[in-house]
């Protein structure tokens, strides 16, 4: 399956990874929806520098802890590009915190960005759209436990089970896959070797293999319920000592 003229929704496209899977799109000639928060300054630059590269893309700017926010973007996804092919929940929010320093707004915030918005997108898309493929930007962490970020940690997992289910679900009209990229962008206050950890293949991820991992599911129609981890083996080393 080619990709030229592919409408796809990408949540959190303004920035970071999400900026990165844009462009790699954009690259394949896919129509693209780039979907911000508080980053429409970045995203309307995006959409404009890929408009001169002659790929059509819209900005939709949408708060996805509102009521009603996951139909109104697919609604508005599908109008602007003339239909929508795929979704690619990509937002998300991460802050390091222990548990007795986690307040219950971070709580609530954090599972309503990693977790119940793209549960939301998900059954919009399907409601909707009916057909097409959804892939779940997860994080190599889900393979194993580690302290310090029990919010974000929960939901990452949770949705790399949703994955699966929703896959099993929405079958045979819409594949759901995950990717779970490793040490790809962090902290430049912190020195490399605490950055990335301890990876089997000494090699780091790019946003490039991410991107590379994401054109692949969207490219194949028999493929479902899977989660690739782009990561150079990091997810094997169980023992989060040694992440």
Not at 40 to 63: F, I, M, N, T
Not at 155 to 164: M, P
Request: charged share 25%.
């Amino acid at each position: 399956m080619k990709l030229k003229n592919t409408a796809v929704l990408i949540t959190g496209a303004a920035v970071r990874i999400g900026r990165g899977l844009a462009e790699a799109l954009a690259a394949q000639g896919c129509r693209l929806a780039l979907h911000c928060n508080r980053s429409a300054h970045e995203a309307e630059a995006l959409a404009k520098r890929l408009g001169r590269a002659g790929v059509k893309a819209c900005v939709l700017q949408r708060d996805l802890r509102e009521p009603g926010a996951a139909a109104d973007l697919i609604i508005r996804a599908k109008k602007a590009l003339g239909g929508l092919d795929a979704l690619v929940n990509n937002s998300a929010v991460f802050t390091k915190k222990k548990l007795a320093d986690s307040s219950e707004k971070y709580i609530r915030d954090t599972l309503e960005i990693n977790l119940l918005a793209p549960i939301l997108m998900t059954r919009a898309f399907a409601d909707i759209i009916g057909k097409g493929k959804i892939i779940n930007i997860l994080d190599r962490r889900i393979a194993g436990l580690e302290t310090g970020l029990a919010a974000y940690l929960l939901a990452k997992k949770a949705l790399a089970d949703f994955t699966k289910i929703a896959a099993l679900e929405l079958a045979p009209g819409i594949t759901v896959n995950g990717i779970a990229p490793g040490p790809v962008l962090v902290p430049a206050e912190r020195s490399a070797r605490e950055k990335a950890g301890k990876i089997p293949l000494r090699r780091r991820p790019t946003i490039a293999d991410i991107a590379a991992a994401l054109v692949f599911l969207l490219k194949t129609d028999t493929i479902t319920g899977e989660i690739i981890f782009v990561d150079g083996g990091q997810h094997l080393l169980t023992d989060h000592a040694h992440r």
